[in-house]
């Protein structure tokens, strides 16, 4: 008889089968709203963002696949015109007006401590969290790995549940870090804008590399 970990995981196996044999592939609509069509934007309608969205965003970001399934990535979302106040100075100037007219601004970060989380994220290692513990080096590059990963499923997600979004480089991390993250094991990685696009604000689609300018098989 199996026990409750071993009936788990073969459950998850039968569900992973059942699904591979689906042979599902993106649809072009879905393509063309996550990648093809999907344009970075500048400028935002005057219109809200609800709670309920930027929840049902997470909970489509947090499925993306990371190593030992670390979830470092950490989410302030700027929305009142005071946390707007205490983000502006960190930003530099002409990415300011961008955060000042988006409905939402996420800063998201990456946890340093992130492997306290392992024991329950990732039980079939029971002492995953002890490569990083005493190791500030592998945790801050697991850390910011895998928070990036996630920050791009953010960005994904986002898009997925009717939102346009804008990244942003442009500001101080350290000024961030101190405003918001303070005292704490956080550290900001970059900022998205998240709200419904004012598409008067873009230009020309910018170029990409070819397949065979990047791409070498072996």
Known sequence: ????????????????????ARELTAHPTTLELLFTEARTHYGWQDRDVSEDTL????????MGPT???QQPMRVIFIRSDEA???????????NRPKMRT????AILAYDLNFWEELP??????????????????????????NGTLQGAYFMLAARAVGLDVGAMSGFDNKKVDE???HGTSLKSNFL????YADTSKIFRRLPRLSFDQVCETL
């Open 84 to 94: 707007k106040d205490r983000l502006e100075p960190c930003l530099f100037e002409a």
């Open 120 to 145: 329950t994220l990732f039980p079939p290692n029971k002492n995953a969290q002890e490569i990083f513990k005493n190791n500030a080096t592998a945790a801050q590059v697991n850390a910011f790995r």
């Open 179 to 181: 405003e918001f993250f």
């Open 102 to 105: 988006a409905p939402v601004t």
């Open 55 to 62: 929840k049902a965003l997470y909970e489509i970001a947090k």
């Open 67 to 69: 190593s030992m399934n």
């Open 1 to 20: 008889m199996l026990d409750n970990t071993e009936a788990l995981d073969q459950a998850a196996r039968e569900t992973a089968a059942t699904f591979q």
């Open 192 to 195: 998205v804008n998240l709200g």
